[in-house]
Nanobody
Framework: QVQLVESGGGLVQAGGSLRLSCAASGLTFSTYAMGWFRQAPGKEREFVAGISWSGARTSYADSVKGRFTISRDNAKNLVYLQMNSLKPEDTAVYYC?????????????????WGQGTQVTVSS
């Protein structure tokens, strides 16, 4: 049974930082590309960042470029999202997802497994 469990969300002031983690189990983690998505109230789920199976290739939404960094540790089955210079508009539930391919994609429908999400709230 595949499980993706996010952690690290919380309440932070604008300009602050958070690091999200996603622990994967039940799959051969190193063969999956991973992604982070987010969904704010009343909005559709949107792509935030993606990382290839090896970690060599990353991609970001324009809205987070230069502020967020995605990384992974294949030995520990973990993927991270370091979020700096947070803004109130970053407030959302953040989800990690696994894609049974080598390179990540921004399309949510391409992903095979999803976590339950972790809430990030940025106050102004």
């Amino acid at each position: 049974q595949v499980q993706l469990v996010e952690s690290g969300g919380g309440l932070v002031q604008a300009g602050g930082s958070l690091r999200l983690s996603c622990a994967a189990s039940g799959l051969t983690f190193s063969t999956y590309a991973m992604g982070w998505f987010r969904q704010a109230p009343g909005k559709e789920r949107e792509f935030v960042a993606g990382i290839s199976w090896s970690g060599a290739r990353t991609s970001y939404a324009d809205s987070v470029k230069g502020r967020f960094t995605i990384s992974r540790d294949n030995a520990k089955n973990l993927v991270y999202l370091q979020m700096n210079s947070l803004k109130p508009e970053d407030t959302a539930v953040y989800y990690c997802a696994a894609d049974r391919s080598w390179v990540s994609t921004a399309q949510a429908y391409e992903y095979d497994y999803w976590g339950q999400g972790t809430q990030v709230t940025v106050s102004s």
